[in-house]
């Protein structure tokens, strides 16, 4: 799978990211261990996308690998961060949202 970090976000306070990814028609959380990451710190937005040709289905369980390989690879602890991955559906590009919210006080 060559999935693109399309889009990457620092924490943002705002609730934009958040309420578009779960809002959107047809959107559903797929993985993450929080079903609200909003925090007073922030959330962070990942966007991964596949390339656009309208052929290419790809399962749940794999967008859920490449979601931990971004978090291992960025250093942040899906034990610690509060995270969830939302996948829209979208024929012509296929893509899922990664919210994460930074560690609680005191998590590292």
Not at 63 to 69: K, S
Not at 80 to 87: A, D
Request: aromatic share 8%; glycine share 8%; net charge negative.
């Amino acid at each position: 799978m060559k999935a693109i970090v399309k889009k990457e976000n620092a924490f943002d306070k705002g609730r934009g990211f958040v309420e578009y990814a779960l809002n959107t028609d047809g959107a559903e959380i797929i993985g993450g261990n929080s079903t609200n990451p909003l925090t007073p710190q922030g959330v962070r937005h990942v966007l991964f996308v596949m390339p656009q040709d309208g052929h290419c289905h790809i399962s749940n369980e794999r967008w859920l690998v490449a979601a931990r390989e971004y978090l291992d690879k960025n250093g942040l602890d899906p034990k610690c961060h509060r995270w969830m991955l939302i996948r829209h559906p979208d024929i012509y590009s296929e893509h899922v949202h990664l919210i994460i919210a930074p560690p609680h006080e005191g998590e590292s």
